[in-house]
């Protein structure tokens, strides 16, 4: 049995979900304690809840201490099957980051696994749909990764009320050297029972930014009627992504501003991937036994998601920091 302490390193959702995937990959039973031991409100929440009965549901698993506030559990995986489920995280608990959760191990199913997901799709402090679409999808399709993501629609804080439809096909994943690629930068900015300008706007700022700085861009505009009220912005480019969120009382250039100026200063860092698809490649390459990229920094994320990833297979990874770039790779 493989023991995980939750507060290692950022001590977040993060090692919880890495470890309940990698385990049923490794086919290793695993303890883990001190759940999110390093946040305000320690122990799990629904949406970790919901994720974590997702990857049984998956794996044929048994699970101990799944309950609100829970700060430790034993998930005993079995085998990895062809799935067709309908999840329902509640409220804005982020559907992305519960498809975080299943992804590794899904890509050893036996069978496809087909979700169709409630909840949350643009939601704070995690990868949006977009994001989770094109730049980290889109990424690991390059390692074998095959997987079809559908917004059918979105849910913001804290309504929810999002859907989101998924595929993922049984692959063998192999090792990439992730490479720096100049590519247009598109994006999409949305708004939901907001007036139309609001989309527009974000994605005017964003525009206009960009163009000063010298890139090319593409942004959609779309403004729409969903459940729940909000706004945000995605741009991606290869695989540098950004993310803003509308909030009341921030207008909305400013949501398309802060979404311009975070790609562009990564596309200006010469780093191949940004910071977020940095720590989110880790089990991926860890299953695959080899690959590489260079990044903007070495996150507290990235370094804790690699801790965890070592603790389940047999991979080393080798970090540097050099001419202000971060290197990873596995050796
Ligand atoms: N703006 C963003 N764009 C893309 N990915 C993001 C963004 N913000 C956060 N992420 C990703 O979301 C994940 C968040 O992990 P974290 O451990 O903080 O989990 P959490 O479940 O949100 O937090 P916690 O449960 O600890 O409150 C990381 O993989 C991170 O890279």
Not at 94 to 105: E, F, G, N, T, V
Not at 165 to 186: M, N, Q
Not at 216 to 244: E, H, P, R
Request: net charge negative; aromatic share 6%.
């Amino acid at each position: 049995m493989i023991k995980i302490d939750g507060s290692y390193g950022e001590g977040g959702g993060q090692i919880l979900r890495t470890s309940v995937s990698l385990s049923a990959v490794a086919g290793e039973e695993v303890t883990i304690k001190n759940i999110r031991k390093n946040r305000p409100h320690p122990g799990l929440k629904p949406q970790h809840m919901r994720s974590i009965e997702t990857a049984a549901l998956i794996c044929e698993a048994e699970v101990e201490g799944l309950y609100p506030g829970s700060t430790e559990i034993r998930f005993s995986p079995l085998e990895i099957r062809g799935t067709d489920a309908t999840i329902d995280i509640g409220t804005a608990g982020s559907i992305p980051l519960l498809i975080q959760c299943i992804m590794p191990l899904a890509s050893v199913s036996s069978g496809s696994i087909k979700l169709s997901i409630m909840g949350g799709t643009d939601v704070a402090w995690s990868p949006s749909v977009d994001y989770l679409e094109n730049v980290t999808l889109g990424a690991l399709s390059h390692m074998g990764y095959r997987a079809k993501l559908e917004t059918i629609a979105r849910g913001y804080y804290p309504k929810g009320g999002g859907i989101v439809e998924l595929t993922i096909e049984p692959a063998s994943l192999t090792g990439y050297d992730f490479l720096r690629r100049d590519e247009h930068i598109y994006g999409i900015s949305h708004a939901s029972n907001l007036p139309e300008h609001v989309a527009k706007r974000q994605a005017g700022s964003a525009e206009e930014i960009l163009r000063e700085k010298g890139f090319d861009c593409k942004i959609l505009v779309d403004s729409s009627k969903y459940l729940s009220t909000g706004s945000g912005i995605n741009l991606w480019s290869g695989f540098i992504g950004s993310v803003a969120l509308g909030e009341r009382g921030l207008p909305a250039e400013k949501v398309g501003s802060r979404a311009a100026e975070e790609i562009a200063a990564s596309l200006l860092s010469g780093a191949a991937v940004d910071s977020h698809l940095a720590d989110q490649l880790i089990p991926f390459m860890g299953i695959a036994g080899s690959g590489s990229f260079t990044t903007t920094e070495l996150t507290g994320h990235l370094r804790t998601n690699i801790w965890v990833t070592e603790q389940f297979l047999d991979v080393k990874f080798d970090l540097k920091e050099a001419d202000g770039l971060a290197s990873v790779c596995i050796r």
